[in-house]
């Protein structure tokens, strides 16, 4: 039995007095909730705070990103070494906005993979067409080109702890969510990827989340299709009351 992941993005948002507001009304509710894994991804700025609010709580912590360095001449980067050190358990790789806007690349997202997994940071690796690729018939092809790119020279046992959001680019943050049904075909044909790329086991232990406008007036719908394991909300995050909400109509 696959255990719910939900994860809150919360982007470039958010000053540090709001930061302390969300964390803390986040505790209250969620601090001791385990039936499904909550994971906040503040800015990079925020992570050693929020770190040091969410201890002995059962929430945690995640960062945005990060390079495949673990130090070094690389100016405005932030190192997997950096983010064990402020308690990070979870790092957001591939996310559409970083390709879209920042130019990565399937093998800079593969090389990142590969260090997260090495300094013991769980990779949230994200997959998604956008609206063209989807109209033109070709979501499949790009998900699964993806899939293979990112996860090229990783062996089994380690894809067993990643964890892949699926964010069909044309939901990101345009109030326009993938069906259930919609959510649930394309997370099958994932796990029928990674099935075909590491073996039946891998796949039936990988977590697959649905990230795209997810709120608390949809989860419930998304977290019933057998393959739709948590959610990577954006938005609805960044309210305490909308999280908390998102967080438990995860239950399984």
């Known amino acids: 039995m696959r255990k719910s992941i939900i994860g809150g993005n919360w982007k470039m948002n958010k000053t540090s007095k709001e930061v302390e507001e969300l964390v803390k009304g986040l505790i209250q509710e969620l601090g001791d909730y385990k039936e499904v894994d909550t994971v906040i991804f ?3 700025i ?12 059962s929430i945690a912590l995640g960062a945005q990103n990060m390079f495949w360095e673990e ?3 690389y100016t405005g980067e932030v ?4 983010l064990v050190d402020v308690g990070c358990r979870y790092v957001i790789l591939g996310h559409s906005e970083r390709r879209q806007h920042f130019g990565e690349t399937d093998n800079w997202i593969n090389r990142k993979i590969k ?8 990779p949230v690796l994200c997959v998604g067409e956008r609206l063209e690729e989807r109209k ?3 979501a499949e092809e790009i998900v699964s080109s993806q899939l293979k790119g990112c996860l090229s020279g990783i062996n089994p046992s380690q894809v067993e702890k990643i964890v892949i959001a699926y964010e069909p680019v044309w939901a990101i943050g345009t109030g326009e969510t993938a069906t259930p049904h919609q959510a649930q ?3 099958r044909f994932i796990r029928e990827n990674l099935q075909e790329m590491f073996g039946e086991s891998v796949a039936n232990s990988v977590r697959i989340q649905y990230g795209g406008s997810v709120k608390p007036d949809n989860i419930k719908q998304l977290m019933q299709q057998q393959d739709v394991d948590g959610a990577l909300v954006g938005g609805a995050s960044l309210s305490a009351a909308s999280f908390v909400k998102i967080v438990k109509y995860g239950e399984n």
Request: hydrophobic share 35%.
């Open 42 to 44: 503040p800015p990079f």
């Open 46 to 57: 925020y992570l050693e705070r929020v770190g040091s609010l969410l201890k002995g709580t």
């Open 71 to 73: 130090k070094g001449a």
């Open 79 to 82: 190192s997997p070494l950096m």
């Open 115 to 122: 260090t997260a997994l090495r300094f013991g940071l769980t």
């Open 136 to 138: 033109s018939g070709r």
């Open 185 to 187: 075909q394309m997370h």
